[in-house]
């Protein structure tokens, strides 16, 4: 009877952990600004930034859950892959669209998680 319960709680306590966030961040304007057309992204920058520890060792669907699927995806060596979101408004975007735009790479290890943040424009 007592594993039963033992059981339940780690069941019941499990199933109650908090979704992953980062304060202050609007992770819904995130998604709904694909190729960081309308800009939402890049404005965010500085918050994701400045909390990106947060994002470190999350699994692949935990970030894509959180950020939407990513606008790119790069594989690399050893199993590896680059998460790739647009900050600025890529060419497809219009007029206003870049041929380079800023972008933020985040790094998955050959297990699932992430290991790095980075930007770059090219």
Known sequence: MRVIAGLFLISTL?????????????????????NGCRGDRLNQLG???????????????KIIGYLGAPDYLELYVRNQKFLIYYLEPMSDCGPEGKENP???YIRM????????????NR
């Open 109 to 120: 290890d050959a297990l699932g998680h992430s290991k790095e943040i980075s930007l770059r």
């Open 47 to 61: 918050i994701i930034m400045d909390e990106q520890d947060e994002l470190l060792g999350w699994t692949e669907p």
């Open 14 to 34: 499990w199933s109650c952990q908090n979704s992953p966030s980062i304060h202050e961040f609007d992770a819904i304007s995130w998604q709904n600004d694909p």
């Open 102 to 104: 800023l972008r933020m």
